[in-house]
């Protein structure tokens, strides 16, 4: 029976299962070469440029390729580089910062990998321990175990913020008024072993429930990491989210599975340049204008995490592409740092540039339906609260909000840190 026919039978007894990851390849050529696996679902396209792209899929893949005449090459990994911290070492620096500083820091963990690491998430903010009603921002790091840089500067991003609470008027206020989630690594085990996938071999940026063909926003039969990220996200209000990835330089922003256009799209760009503009080497791209692109337009994803963030969610989430090289010597993490860290600021500052209300029943939900009133002039739809709260990124202007429980009110939006978030009390 020929290779392909066994993807067939596979996927026909699992529907939009996630393809098991045995080999990871580079084709020279088009994605067009394999457009009929890619629509099947077997395999993970990443990275394309003007020359190839990198091929994930299952055992076998290589030798069809091959037969089919396409140039497929492995992917080459200097296994020699092997400096970066621990896991271990990364659970004892972030219990450290957490304990330095449990005024503005608080250490948990959401779930555990396959192998049992804890998935840390560190929570900043000024009252730690209490859940304000603030807007919230959440970074998640390595969801690619073997793109490792963005775990090392999420981490840097605590520790500078630990460090310079007390003396960094921009910090502070944004610590102040701000509820900061930070996750620096998603895939753990993925890390452990210097492998994209999980310790199943699945892809975790193609596991969540994909926004054309999956119906419900379910967590079953999906991976215990995608499990508990998806719960973490259903107990919060995100209203701006990023997750880090290695292998090119730019921001990437919705949609990544369609060609439609995000209804919120200059919104989107706007975010987007926040972060390239403070970065030189991204912004100065000689392959993405500004540094950013529209993720379809550079390749589609299936089941990834940025636009299940928003279809769900409402959360607006950009997809940061932080180095080149996936794993650099770890003597380089510093220049990427120092390249990126205003930038890492600037857009968690852009969480801010929003407006919402907060109710007197902390349990009621329902439905608002937003409309701009200037400088444009258009009804963006009807966007769900819950916990007696909301509070969405827009763009700068005048806009009105109407709660479906018959309340009415306009708003201001602005580019800066407003005291506690722009809400509106009713």
């Known amino acids: 029976m020929k290779w392909s026919l066994l993807v067939f039978v596979f996927l026909t007894n699992l529907v939009f299962a996630s393809p098991v990851i045995d080999e990871e390849l580079y084709v020279i050529g088009s994605v067009e070469e ?14 394309v440029t003007e020359f190839g792209f ?62 049992g690491r804890d998935l840390w998430v560190m929570k900043i903010s000024d009252n730690v321990e209490v859940d304000e009603v603030e807007p919230e921002f959440k970074y998640i790091s390595s969801m690619h175990g073997d793109e490792i840089v963005g775990r090392e500067l999420t981490m840097r991003l605590i520790e500078k913020i630990a460090n310079e609470y007390d003396s960094n008027s921009v910090l502070r206020n944004l610590v102040n008024n701000t509820e900061i989630y930070i996750m620096p690594s998603m895939n753990p085990d993925g890390s452990f072993s210097r492998r994209r996938v999980n310790a199943r071999r699945i892809d975790l940026n193609r596991n969540f429930p994909d926004i054309i063909r999956d119906r419900d926003n379910t967590p079953a039969t999906r991976e215990p990491e995608t499990q508990a990220v998806m719960k973490f996200q259903s107990e919060r209000n995100f209203s701006l989210s990023a997750n880090f990835h290695g292998g090119s330089m730019v921001v990437n922003y919705p949609w990544d599975s369609t060609y439609n256009l995000h209804p919120l799209n200059d919104l989107l760009i706007d975010l987007s340049l926040s972060y390239s503009r403070a970065c030189s080497e991204m912004y100065e791209s000689s392959r993405f204008n500004q540094g950013i692109t529209n993720g379809a337009n550079w390749y589609l994803v299936r089941g990834g995490m940025q636009d299940w963030s928003y279809f769900w969610f409402d959360d607006l989430q950009l997809t940061l592409e932080v180095s080149d090289d996936k794993w650099p010597r770890y003597s380089e993490i510093e220049s990427f740092w120092q390249g990126q860290k205003d930038s890492m600021v600037n857009l968690m500052q852009k969480v801010h540039q929003g407006a919402g209300f907060r109710l007197a029943d902390k349990s009621a939900r329902g439905s608002v339906k937003i409309s701009q009133l200037s400088p444009k002039t258009r009804d963006l739809g009807s966007f769900r609260y819950q916990r007696g709260e909301f509070y969405k990124v827009l763009e700068v202007g005048e806009y009105r909000m109407s709660l479906d429980n018959g309340t009415t009110f306009t708003t201001t939006v602005s580019d800066g840190v407003a005291t506690n978030g722009n809400y509106k009390d009713i």
């Open 34 to 47: 394999v457009k009929d696996l890619a629509q099947s679902g077997s395999i993970v396209i990443d990275h």
């Open 54 to 115: 990198e091929l994930y899929g299952p055992a076998g893949l290589k030798k069809h390729l091959t037969e089919r005449g396409i140039r497929v090459f492995e992917q080459k990994k200097d296994k020699g580089i092997n400096d970066y911290p621990t896991f271990e070492e990364i659970t004892e620096k972030l219990v450290e910062l957490a304990r330095t500083r449990p005024d503005i820091m608080k250490l948990f963990s959401i779930g555990k990998s396959i192998q």
